[in-house]
C-alpha cells in the first residue's frame, strides 16, 4: 500500500482521547494508508511514559500496515492532538517527547480540542466545544488568533462531562432517598443500576470499594430518566445547555465574532450521544446572543481533524479534504459538519 510514496508524501495524525486513541497515516493527496485504534492514553490519566508506548505502538502498527519498512521516519509530519495537553507548556512537553520518538521530521503537538474544530469546519475556523469525559472549548479567529480554557477540571472552573453528569446522578438520586432533595424517578433507575433494594446499600458498597464507581456509566442514564420527563434530571441537561453555550459566547465575545457567520462545532461522546436533545437546545439558545453562528456537530472522527490540520501543514494537494473525509464519511455520529443545526 505504501509503494511509491516516499515519507515526505505522507502525514501521521493521532488523536489521543481519554478513552480511545486514533492513528492515521495519510499521504498528501489525502488518501488513507492505513488506520489503527488502541487504548485512551491521555498522559493526565496514565502518565507520560505510558502515552507514549501506546502511542508508538499504534504508530508502528500503521507503519506496518501501510506498508513502512521499520526504522527511519513514519511520515514528513506528525500533527497530534491529545486530551491532557491543556496548557502551552504541556503541548511543548508533550512535542518535545513525541520528536523524541523518530516519528517525523516535523511535529506539531495541541489539545484535541482543535482536531475537533478542524474536523468540523473546512477551515479550521470558529468554535468547538467538546462534552465526552470532561468539557472543553477552544476557538480560532480569520486572523489566528485563539482562545481557550484551560479545561483542567472544577479547579479550572469547569462543569459537566460524562463524569460529572454522572456523579450528578448519583448525588440527587441519594439524596432524593434519604429527604434531603426532591423526588426525582433518578432514584429508582439509579437503584435498578446497581441492582440494590436502596442506594444507601450501593453506597456502602461503592465505599467498601465491593462495587467500582464509574459514573460515565450513570451519564446515559440520566438523559433516559429526563426524556421520560422527570424535572430533576432535566435540570441537570438544561444546566450542560446552559455551559456549552456558555463556553462558546465567551469564545466568540474575546475574539470579537459574537456577531460573525462562524461555526460552532460539537462534539464529544455526551454531545453526540444525546441526539437533538442537548444540540438543538444549544442552537436555540446560542441563536439569542449570536444570530449568525452556526451550530454544527462533528460528522467524521477528531482523527480526520488531526490529519487535515497535518496536511494543511505541508500544503497538500488540492482535494486532499475532501477525499479524506470521504474515507472516514458515516464513521461518527451526528447532525454533520455540513449540517447546521435548526434553532
Given at each position: 500500500m505504501g509503494e511509491g510514496i516516499g515519507v515526505t508524501d505522507r502525514v501521521l495524525a493521532i488523536d489521543g482521547g481519554n478513552s480511545k486513541t486514533a492513528v492515521a497515516l495519510v499521504d498528501t493527496d489525502g488518501r488513507v494508508l492505513a488506520r489503527v485504534r488502541g487504548p485512551g492514553a491521555s498522559p493526565q490519566n496514565v502518565g507520560l511514559e505510558r502515552s507514549l508506548e501506546v502511542f508508538d505502538?499504534?504508530?508502528r502498527e500503521a507503519a506496518r500496515a501501510a506498508g513502512v519498512a521499520d526504522g527511519g521516519f513514519v511520515a514528513a509530519h506528525t500533527a497530534a492532538y491529545l486530551a491532557g495537553a491543556d496548557l502551552p507548556q504541556e503541548e511543548e512537553?508533550?512535542?518535545?517527547?513525541?520528536?523524541?520518538?523518530?516519528?517525523?521530521?516535523a511535529t506539531v503537538v495541541g489539545n484535541d480540542t482543535f482536531a475537533l474544530l478542524?474536523?468540523?469546519?473546512?477551515d479550521g475556523i470558529g468554535v468547538a466545544v467538546v462534552c465526552g469525559a470532561g468539557i472543553n472549548?477552544?476557538?480560532?479567529?480569520?486572523?489566528?488568533?485563539t482562545h481557550r480554557f484551560p479545561a483542567?477540571?472544577?479547579?479550572?472552573?469547569?462543569w459537566g462531562g460524562g463524569g460529572h453528569i454522572g456523579s450528578e446522578a448519583l448525588w440527587l438520586a441519594v439524596r432524593?432517598?434519604?429527604?434531603?432533595?426532591?423526588?426525582t424517578a433518578l432514584l429508582d433507575a439509579v437503584r435498578a443500576h446497581y441492582g440494590t433494594a436502596t442506594l444507601a446499600e450501593a453506597v456502602q458498597r461503592l465505599h467498601l470499594a465491593e462495587v467500582e464507581f464509574d459514573p460515565h456509566a450513570l451519564c446515559p442514564l440520566l438523559f433516559e430518566v429526563a426524556a421520560g420527563g422527570d424535572a430533576v434530571a432535566q435540570a441537570v441537561v438544561d444546566r450542560l445547555v446552559e455551559e456549552v453555550v456558555l463556553l462558546a459566547r465567551?469564545?466568540?465575545?474575546r475574539l470579537e465574532l459574537l456577531s460573525e457567520p462562524v461555526d460552532v462545532v460539537l462534539g464529544g461522546g455526551v454531545l453526540t450521544g444525546t441526539g437533538p436533545v442537548v444540540v438543538e437546545a444549544v442552537a436555540r439558545r446560542l441563536g439569542e446572543v449570536a444570530p449568525a453562528a452556526r451550530v454544527r456537530v462533528v460528522d467524521v472522527p477528531p482523527v480526520v481533524g488531526a490529519a487535515l490540520l497535518g496536511l494543511d501543514a505541508v500544503g497538500a494537494s488540492a482535494g486532499a479534504e475532501s477525499r479524506l473525509r470521504e474515507a472516514y464519511e458515516g464513521s461518527a455520529a451526528g447532525a454533520g459538519s455540513g449540517a447546521v443545526v435548526r434553532r
Open positions: 505502538g499504534l504508530v512537553d508533550l512535542r518535545a517527547a513525541i520528536e523524541a520518538r523518530g516519528w517525523s521530521a478542524r474536523a468540523g469546519t473546512t472549548c477552544v476557538a480560532v479567529a480569520p486572523d489566528g488568533r483542567l477540571g472544577r479547579i479550572s472552573g469547569d432524593a432517598e434519604d429527604g434531603r432533595g426532591e423526588p465567551v469564545s466568540l465575545t
